[in-house]
């Protein structure tokens, strides 16, 4: 029998990113980013006016900080270790929304910080990769960790069989988040996921098909 695998995504899960994604606006560009209950693209604001920031200058920005800004980005608290630990007994890979162009940056990134696991870049919902992934990978139970809801609603979609955890490991804006119903549990604490994933792989079993 093939041994577990767990997909995780990067971003405010295995690194922080809205808080170094801040620090760089505010030094590099005059821009405030306040992400407390507001979509992603109306949370930047011009400093000196206030004015929300043109959509297309948001994802200028963002494509900008991970093609020079990724070394600001730092573990979440337990990551590493935990997946150290994760892998004496499964297969992990990364299904990171970042562009073609940022993805050998990203492997590095994660490499010089401990984590060499295989990376895939994506753009749009992760259902359909994660069960590309799956597919090839024929595991006898995959675990699927994202911080974004919308994540989770397309991989109970395309890969019902993956148990679903929805964690967002940065503090400033957890608590801000409600629980996404399509994911099995909401854990925000690496040690905590640690246990709850290895439950997963001492049941033995592939999760239920997704009733909304």
Do not use: Y
């Not at 949370?43 to 200058?57: I, N, Q, T, Y």
């Not at 600001?72 to 004496?88: T, Y």
């Not at 099995?184 to 098909?209: K, L, N, T």
């Amino acid at each position: 029998m093939n041994r577990p695998l767990i997909v995780t995504d990067c971003d405010e899960v295995l690194l922080h990113m809205v808080v170094p994604f801040r620090h760089w606006l505010d030094e590099a560009h005059g821009v405030h980013f306040d992400m407390r209950g507001q979509e992603f693209t109306d949370a930047l604001r011009h400093k000196d006016s206030g004015d929300v920031l043109e959509r297309e200058l948001v994802w200028t920005l963002l494509s900008a900080f991970f093609d020079t800004e990724m070394h600001r980005q730092q573990p979440i608290a337990g990551a590493v270790d935990a997946l150290a630990r994760l892998s004496h007994v499964a297969d992990i890979e990364v299904l990171t929304n970042i562009g073609e162009r940022a993805h050998a940056g990203r492997v590095e990134q994660l490499r010089m910080l401990g984590i060499e696991h295989r990376v895939h870049w994506n753009q749009g919902g992760k259902g359909a990769p994660l069960a590309k992934i799956i597919e090839r990978k024929q595991p006898s139970v995959t675990v699927f960790i994202d911080d974004l809801g919308v994540h989770h609603q397309s991989v109970a979609k395309h890969a019902p069989q993956a148990w679903r955890l929805h964690m967002i490991g940065e503090p400033e804006i957890a608590g801000q988040v409600p629980s996404e119903p399509a994911a099995h549990a909401r854990i925000d604490h690496w040690p905590d996921a640690e246990a709850w994933i290895m439950d997963r792989f001492a049941q033995g079993e592939h999760a239920a098909p997704f009733s909304a």
